[in-house]
């Protein structure tokens, strides 16, 4: 069975405060791994897809990067407009369903 | 941009009563999914749906659940006597074929058994 932890559960940041959130995976065979943004009573947002070990895809101040185990969403000089829930997702090679995290409560604080 | 429609935003239904739940995906996407999201929780796949018929469902997904896209646009969950633990959010998702595998998600419909 998939399984992804993501932690922290919830972190909180000074506007300019670079961090990583974690994201670690279990699955038998991995055909993609997302990221997405969820802002409250939204649906989530499309950020990345990571394919391969090694591969890294950037957009503004967020920075993902993947390995066989994890992947780490990189935040770069936050603003509070980042403030959201940011969930990971594995696809198997076996199906075309998502397996979500928990999500980190990310809040970036003036 | 374009962007999965859902409706509506809101339904709050009697326990026991049927409910359903409407989308309209991207007009090219060929993949139809519905996720649900329990207050608190992590989002769960219910079902995936596509050339017409259902091609993945998981153990949520049981005979209370049906889908249907019963024209070219719209897509629709069905969940027949609902119990007060069906509460949450629905979002329905759709993707383009394999040459892509973004996904895009609704806003959901926040769905209240009472």
């Known amino acids: 069975e998939d399984q992804v932890t993501q932690s922290p559960e919830a972190l909180r940041l000074q506007e300019g405060e670079s961090s990583s959130l974690n994201c670690s995976y279990t699955?038998?065979?991995?055909?993609?791994l997302f990221w997405y943004r969820q802002d409250p009573g939204k649906g989530p947002e499309f950020l990345f897809t990571l394919y391969s070990a090694g591969e890294e895809k950037e957009k503004e101040r967020l920075k993902a990067t993947l390995t066989k185990k994890e992947s780490f969403l990189h935040i770069t000089a936050p603003k509070p407009e980042d403030s959201a829930t940011y969930l990971c997702?594995?696809?198997?090679?076996?199906?075309?369903?998502?397996?979500f995290g928990e999500g980190t409560q990310l809040t970036v604080n003036p | 941009e374009p962007e999965v429609t859902q409706t509506p935003s809101h339904q709050v239904t009697q326990m026991g009563q049927e409910v359903i739940l409407r989308c309209v995906p991207i007009?090219?996407?060929?993949?139809f999914y519905w996720y649900r999201q329990i207050l608190g929780q992590k989002v769960e796949f219910l079902v995936s749906f596509y050339n017409n018929e259902i091609s993945e469902k998981s153990e949520i997904f049981d005979d209370q659940f049906s889908v249907e896209r019963p024209d070219g646009s719209n897509f629709t969950l069905k969940i027949r006597s609902t119990k007060l633990e069906d509460s949450a959010m629905y979002f329905c998702?759709?993707?383009?074929?394999?040459?892509?595998?973004?996904?895009?998600f609704g806003s959901g419909t926040r769905l209240t058994v009472v």
């Open positions: 699955v038998s065979g991995l055909r993609g």
């Open positions: 007009s090219n996407h060929l993949y």
């Open positions: 998702a759709s993707r383009p074929g394999t040459a892509n595998y973004g996904y895009t």
């Open positions: 997702a594995v696809q198997e090679t076996s199906g075309s369903r998502l397996t």
